[in-house]
C-alpha cells in the first residue's frame, strides 16, 4: 500500500507498506509526523500557508487520534469526493498512470516494486504535478 503526499511541485513524501503490515491510526500519525518533516524541508512557506489534505472515511483517517493530531497542526481536510475519481487526484491524476507503468510487475519482489515506485516519481516531470493539482480549479 502506498501513501503519497504531493502537490503542484512534486511528491513531498511517500510512504509504503509492505504486504502483511497494517495501517491503523498511530502509524498514520507517524507518517503525518514524517510529512511535516519532509515539508520543513523541502515546502518549508507550505506549513506558514497551510496544509490542505484530501482523506477518504477510514478509519486510519478519521480516528480521534488522528483528527487530534490535524487539529493540532491546524491542518485542513477536504473530504475525499465518492464516487468522483476526477476530483480525488491521487486517484485519477497519480495512481492511474503509475498503475499502467508497472503493468505486470506483480510478479517481481516487494523491494524491486517499491524501487520502481521511487524511480517512477523521480522521473515525472514538474508539469506532471502542475497539471494535476491545477486540474481541480476547473471540476
Not at 484530501?54 to 477536504?78: C, F, K, M, V
Not at 507503468?101 to 504535478?129: I, N
Request: proline letters at 5%; hydrophobic letters at 40%.
Amino acid at each position: 500500500m502506498a501513501t503519497v503526499f504531493w502537490d503542484a511541485k512534486g511528491v513531498i513524501l511517500s510512504d509504503i507498506l509492505l504486504q502483511g503490515q497494517c495501517i491503523n491510526s498511530a502509524q498514520y500519525c507517524s507518517t503525518l509526523d514524517r510529512l511535516r518533516d519532509a515539508i520543513r524541508r523541502k515546502r518549508p512557506g507550505l506549513l506558514r500557508r497551510g496544509v490542505v489534505l484530501q482523506h477518504d472515511s477510514a478509519t486510519p483517517h478519521s480516528a480521534n487520534l488522528t483528527q487530534q493530531y490535524l487539529q493540532r497542526y491546524g491542518w485542513e481536510i477536504r473530504p475525499y469526493p465518492a464516487h468522483s475519481p476526477d476530483l480525488a487526484p491521487s486517484d485519477f491524476h497519480l495512481f492511474g498512470p503509475l498503475k499502467r507503468h508497472l503493468g505486470d510487475m506483480a510478479s517481481k519482489t516487494e523491494g524491486d516494486l517499491v524501487c520502481e515506485l521511487k524511480s517512477w516519481f523521480a522521473h515525472l516531470d514538474l508539469d506532471f504535478f502542475r497539471v494535476g493539482i491545477y486540474s481541480l480549479l476547473s471540476r
